[in-house]
């Protein structure tokens, strides 16, 4: 599934993600440990689920077989900051596959190859340590990343602010609720760039 393919996630994905959490009674955003590699970097699109043993990478070695286009790698590492869980040549893979990026609870590296193959990676942290490949793990089952619930096919959106999940049974409302927060901001952001006498930046 691409953004296309869902309406409500397609209005989502061009939406500040705090607008987004904002609209959910800033409940379903992932803690602040969880950002991106690199900035600039958006994530839109329906969960593929990974559970792994922390700092072991064998399941999303598993998800990059089974992912389709569109959809979002989401790892529960058990926040394991010592092992990277994917780097460049996964990245590269599950870009080859049209995979739209990763949320990981867990470590990233290779970043500065990340960043040139423009492959949204959320993570909790970097380091050049390698990952085991034994398992146990799982996919398609529901998972905890930084503290929220994701389940298969949930809506991952992520920007420099972090990282929101929404449900496909609430994205239209939640859609309309946060594109209205974001047009209440316009009206501030005029305001404020009046008083300024320049325009307001855009992200
Ligand atoms: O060794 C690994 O599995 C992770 C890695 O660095 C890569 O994907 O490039
Ligand atoms: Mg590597």
Redesign the pocket.
Known sequence: MTTTDSPALERLSRLPVANIGDAMERLNVCHSAVRSTWEGARLAGPALTVLTRPGD?LY??RAIEAVRPGQVIVVAGGGDETR????????GRAKAAGCAGFVLDGAV??VAVIRALGMPVFARAVTPA??Y?NGPGALDVPVAIGGVVVSPGDYVLGDDDGVAVVTPATATDIAEKAEAKNAQEDAARAAIAEALGEPFPTG
Do not use: M, S, T, Y
């Open positions: 990478n999303v070695h990277a869980l994917i780097g460049e040549l996964i990245a590296r290779d390698g990952p490949k």
